[in-house]
């Protein structure tokens, strides 16, 4: 699935769409998507996982859930688009991915503020709404897109490692100090992604994800699936402190 970060990069690799008009749509996606013909794009934005293609009078919204993937500019893959569109040069292809049709203005659907990756991000809001659930384990809460739009199961298991979290630690135990460290190193990680996933060294990078042995201990690491979410963890039960 991809996470923020990597939404940030497509909205990049698509800018010289901005101001083009679509001659063809193709897809199976059962939205109405020939309403995009002949359409001018506006702007393309981006919520956390969620890619927004903006036009005029409404917005079509990509998310690629656990296995979308796009090609741009001619390159295609050896299954059907969701939705294919087609300029008077270039076109976009995106795939396995959900496609929605959005009428309402988009700040009325969406808080900016909790997107980690963007000028708006607020981690006061973000503390505030960590506050009202002391009950929530942090991998949970680090998924949560409410609270941190655009952390995926990577960054959660390298801001825990970052900051010698457990991930079945409680909201409400963890110290002060601790939850802004938390709250820091979400946004911070997700740039460092940015940066490493441009330059292709991404898992270079890992301390944790999919790792077996804990740099800082030399010993295993636990992979377990944990919490609401049962998604992946990898962490350290000797510097990751269990709150």
């Known amino acids: 699935m991809p ?3 990597s939404i940030v990069i497509l909205k990049e690799e698509v800018q010289p769409f901005i101001g083009k008009k679509i001659i063809k749509v193709e897809g199976n996606s059962k939205q109405d998507i020939q309403r995009l013909s002949f359409k001018t794009i506006i702007d393309f934005k981006s919520w956390g996982k969620h890619f927004l293609i903006c ?53 009325e659907i969406y808080d900016w503020t909790s997107d980690v990756m963007t000028d708006a991000w607020n ?45 079945e630690s409680k909201i409400g135990n963890i110290p002060q100090k601790k939850i802004n460290e938390l709250i820091k190193e979400a946004r911070n990680y997700s740039f460092d992604f940015l940066e490493w996933k441009k330059q292709f060294v991404l898992r270079k990078h890992w301390l944790a994800h999919t790792k077996k042995i804990c740099p800082r201990c030399n010993i295993p690491f636990v992979k377990k699936h944990l919490g609401k979410t049962n998604r992946r963890s990898f962490y350290c039960e000797n510097c990751q402190v269990l709150y």
């Open 3 to 5: 996470e923020g970060p």
């Open 55 to 107: 036009f005029e009078d409404f917005t079509v919204k990509i998310h690629f859930m656990l296995f979308g993937s796009y090609k741009i500019n001619g390159q295609k893959e050896d299954r059907a688009p969701r939705l294919r569109l087609i300029f008077d040069e270039g076109e976009m292809n995106f795939y396995a991915c959900s496609v929605k049709i959005l009428e309402e203005n988009l700040d």
């Open 123 to 167: 981690a006061k809001a973000a503390k505030e709404k960590l506050k009202s659930i002391p009950g929530t384990l942090v991998c949970d809460a680090l998924l949560d897109q409410n609270i941190f739009t655009g952390v995926g199961n990577i960054i959660k298991n390298e801001v825990l490692f970052r900051t010698r979290i457990h991930p």
